[in-house]
Structure formats: structure tokens, C-alpha cells
């Protein structure tokens, strides 16, 4: 079974988007690092807050965070 832990930050951040658009549905990914069956997840990135399906435009986010994440070393 894995285990995950999520940093204050990212936490902050996942809630703080959700709280600005409290009427929306929100879409965001979580970033860490992963060892053997443990993750620890240390950042994350608001996406959306208006999309329920994926759009071309949301495909383009989900590009843009997976280059940002593989620069810094985040899965």
C-alpha cells in the first residue's frame, strides 16, 4: 500500500484555489517526489475552475505542468 504526505504548502495552495471560487468546480495536480512506495507530495498547481471535461486548453495545461514537473524533478 502507498503512503502519501502532503506539505503545508501544497495543502494551502489546493484549498486557497478551491476557497476563490467557492461556486466552481476545481481541477489541480498535486507534484512531489516518490520513494519505493512512498510519496511526498510538495507542491501543487491550480489548473481550472471552470471545465468539467477535458478541452483542448486543459490538455495544454497538463503539458506545460508535466514539463514544469520534470524540471525540477517532481512526479
Avoid: C
Avoid at 14 to 27: C, E, M, Q, R
Avoid at 43 to 57: E, F, I, K, R, S
Amino acid at each position: 500500500m502507498s503512503e502519501y504526505t502532503l506539505s503545508s504548502q501544497a495543502y494551502a495552495k489546493a484549498v486557497l484555489h478551491a476557497a476563490k471560487y467557492p461556486w466552481a468546480t476545481v481541477h489541480g495536480l498535486f507534484l512531489g517526489e516518490k520513494n519505493g512506495s512512498k510519496f511526498r507530495l510538495t507542491d501543487a498547481v491550480p489548473l481550472a475552475h471552470n471545465w468539467t471535461q477535458l478541452t483542448p486548453m486543459f490538455d495544454v495545461a497538463l503539458q506545460q505542468v508535466k514539463q514544469y514537473a520534470s524540471s525540477k524533478n517532481l512526479v
